[in-house]
């Protein structure tokens, strides 16, 4: 701004410089010019008297005047010329001032010479004996006038435009300072300019809405920043160059990486080529999607490319831990697969017998045994059946309705049902403990404290015992069953709790278990919000220890 006033300011100084000059130089021209004339007309008078007195005796007089003196007669024949030889010059009768002088007695008239750098100006007046006598001048025209002026007027402009140019440069200073003295945190308390009072105030409401707009980009800011913070999946946010604009915690602990990577290209952060593809798809259709393992998680990531009317300004990327969905999808097929054998073994056995029977090719005493076998397998089906809708009931975590129950009261329940079942092997069954008040769902604790007492009188040894202790707590309560059976060995205890795993087939399959008890048993406790740990010694006995939120 400060270089524009001084420019303005040298410009118009210099323009107003020159324009008064020729301005000054015309009026000038104009002034001498009358003044010449006048003094043209009055030595014409004076030379008329002395003509009219001494003639050619006064004139001889005049050869070295400065001005050119011409005596005519009345037919406008040359007499006398002080500049120039009569012999050679023409006859001057139809010149516009002797014609007038004849006429009127005075005559004028000016001429400009072939180079128009000159005028000559001519005063005529008529004698008393009928001649004219003619007085003339060269007066400079104005543009020769000029001409002569070019070396002082350059002086002179020289001379303003450096004078011109301290004044340009202080005022222009003197202009700008009040305007970088300004408060621009407080426009309105300045008074430097009144002429600058709207366009403080301008500033001064902007400088409002301005504030009030990064308070507010500030506050949607923080509010994205705590969502992608607290996000369980990986989100990662690229400009149209493929540079990391923005990471949260989930992303920057699945690549391994810290803030500092904000700013640097993708790549530094990962370099596997089916996500650098996907991006690139992204960039070109808009979205992509890929999955790989990583750190020992499988991961699922969707890439979307953020396009406006100008182009694509960036790509968006968004990592799912897919590993349960993974396991979940395993855990179905197997269950499907298990499902099928499960229930296709009963079946077979079914439809074998009842062929047999059918067809007439059992004896009548085997009746009753092959009878009994269809009864005993589809016992078998029916109790396999009902252990999967009782899984499929807690896979789909429907709302099932709670009580305030007594852990004691339950496991009492359980243990006189289970008592016949313990007597046939001399099996002592135990109950010690505090009451275990707590909130729940009496079916699926019931069904949890059964499959945890029959499986300890199951894989039990003769005369063995069984021991179920509840202890209370401020915040929890517990139940351990712990039994003197045969125990698990090591290597099969991290996969009990599986469904249709058994440790040995031939043993459940002649206690008539489905394999699904102890699944049932962990999705029922993870249901209510509780934990389950298994502690088994092969040949020791086992004990399972359950934690209920109170």
């Keep these: ?39 043209l007309k009055e030595e014409l008078a004076l030379a008329s008297l002395g003509v009219e007195e001494g003639e050619m005796q006064y004139l001889s007089g005049l050869e070295e005047h400065n001005n050119r003196i011409t005596w005519i007669d009345s037919n406008g024949n040359i007499r006398f010329d002080n500049q120039a030889d009569i012999t050679k010059m023409e006859n001057h009768s139809d010149r516009e001032e002797f014609m007038e002088a004849i006429e009127t007695g005075f005559g004028s008239s000016s001429r400009h010479s ?17 001649t004219v006598l003619r007085i003339s001048m060269n007066q400079k025209s104005i ?21 011109a140019y301290f004044i340009a440069e202080k005022v222009a200073r003197q202009i700008i300072e009040p305007l970088d003295e300004v408060d621009l945190e407080h426009p309105l308390r300045e008074e430097s300019y009144e002429e600058l009072a709207p366009f403080l105030k301008r500033i001064h409401y902007q400088k409002k809405q301005i504030r009030w707009q990064l308070e507010e980009l500030n506050q949607k800011k923080l509010e994205f920043e705590q969502v992608i913070s607290h996000m369980k999946e990986g989100l ?20 391994q990486t810290t803030l500092e990577c904000i700013g640097n290209d993708f790549l530094s952060v990962e370099r596997k080529q089916k996500l650098t593809q996907t991006i690139e798809k992204a960039r070109e259709e808009g979205w992509g999607q890929t999955r790989f393992e990583k750190n020992n998680r499988e991961y699922q990531f969707d890439v979307t490319g953020i396009r406006t009317e100008k182009g694509l300004i960036g790509s968006v990327i968004l990592a799912f831990d897919v590993t349960e969905q993974k396991n979940a ?26 062929e047999l029977l059918q067809n007439n090719l059992v004896k009548n005493e085997d ?70 008040q707590m909130t729940g769902v009496y079916r699926l604790l019931h069904e949890v404290i059964y499959n945890l007492c029959e499986n300890a009188i199951k894989y039990n040894v003769d005369h063995g015992s069984v021991r179920v202790c509840i202890e209370e707590r401020q915040t929890k ?29 031939s043993h459940s399959k002649k206690t008539g278990g489905t394999g699904l008890g102890l699944s049932i048993v962990k999705h029922a406790v993870s249901y209510q919000n509780g934990t389950v740990e298994l502690i088994s010694e092969e040949g020791k006995g086992t004990k399972v220890e359950i934690w209920f939120p109170k």
């Design 329 to 354: 999808e395993k855990m179905r097929r197997e269950f499907s697969a298990n499902v099928s054998h499960e229930l296709k073994t009963p079946l077979q056995s079914i439809i074998g017998s009842a």
């Design 143 to 163: 543009l020769a006038l000029l001409l002569g002026l070019i070396q002082p007027f350059g002086i002179i402009l020289i001379l303003a435009v450096v004078v």
């Design 1 to 39: 701004m400060k270089k524009k006033i001084f420019q303005s300011i040298l410009r118009v100084t210099i323009v107003i410089l020159f324009i008064s000059l020729i301005l000054i130089t015309g009026v000038l021209h104009n002034y001498f010019q009358k003044i010449q004339n006048q003094q």
């Design 477 to 505: 309560v517990g139940i351990t069953v712990e039994d003197t059976g045969i125990g698990i060995p090591k290597e099969h205890q991290s996969r009990v709790f599986e469904r249709f795993y058994r440790v040995d087939k």
């Design 367 to 436: 009746v009753p045994r092959f009878i009994g076998h269809i009864h005993t397998e589809a016992s078998r089906l029916v109790v396999l059946i009902e252990d999967i809708i009782r899984l499929s009931e807690l896979d789909e975590e429907r709302e099932l309705q709670k009580e305030e129950l007594s852990l004691y009261q339950i496991v009492n329940d359980v243990l006189k049902s289970l008592q016949d079942k313990a007597n046939e092997r001399n099996i002592k069954l135990e109950i010690t403990g505090d009451e275990g």
């Design 236 to 255: 990662i946010l690229l400009d149209a160059k493929d540079q990391i604009i923005s990471i949260n915690p989930a992303a920057m602990e699945l690549f």
């Design 114 to 130: 072939v180079t128009l750098t000159e005028n000559t100006v001519y005063e005529a007046k008529l004698l008393s004996d009928g």
